[in-house]
């Protein structure tokens, strides 16, 4: 029995392995989205005997599903809350964990920028500053060199 089972996990495993990554995210956006009929709600029984907070959860559980099989008695909304949450944690949690990691990065290439700024412009202004005292010894050696 037991080797029958690994054998059915491994093929499972191989099939899985197999389907592409769209398949597998629609197979699973469909399996989410299979609305079924939900039943109509019924209050407990016991209703008054229930201590207070217990009374007030299950009223609040009875309204609640009363809303949801008056809006939607075939599971429609069921479904497609499911549907929006499934989706909602396939972006969340992917966003949830690269973000900061980009933000990070983007952070490290603005401070990287600016020291690379500082170091051209202080290479421009030592450049500039060298080519003014070259200037200035030049237009010395020419008023020297009339004087004599």
Same mark, same amino acid.
């Given at each position: 029995?037991?080797?029958? #089972? ?16 769209? +398949?597998?995210? %629609? ?6 989205? +299979? /609305? ?17 907070? +217990? ?14 099989? +008056? ?20 972006? %969340?949690? /992917? ?11 983007? %952070? ?14 202080? #290479? ?12 200035? #010894? ?11």
């Amino acid at each position: 029995m037991s080797k029958a #089972i690994v054998a059915a996990t491994t093929g499972a495993l191989q099939n899985t392995a197999q389907r592409s990554l769209l +398949e597998l995210l %629609g197979s699973t956006f469909q399996a989410a989205y +299979e /609305p079924n009929h939900v039943s109509p709600p019924v209050i407990e029984p016991k209703l008054t005997e229930l201590p207070t907070l +217990e009374r007030i959860a299950e009223v609040f559980r009875y309204k609640t599903l009363r809303l949801e099989y +008056e809006l939607s008695s075939n599971g429609g909304l069921r479904a497609y809350i499911k549907l929006i949450m499934l989706t909602s944690f396939l972006l %969340g949690i /992917p966003a949830i964990l690269i973000v900061p990691i980009i933000t990070s990065i983007f %952070g490290q290439f603005v401070t990287w920028s600016a020291y690379l700024l500082q170091a051209v412009q202080n #290479i421009l202004y030592t450049l500039l500053s060298i080519v003014a005292t070259m200037v200035i #010894i030049w237009v010395v050696m020419l008023l020297l060199g009339r004087h004599r």
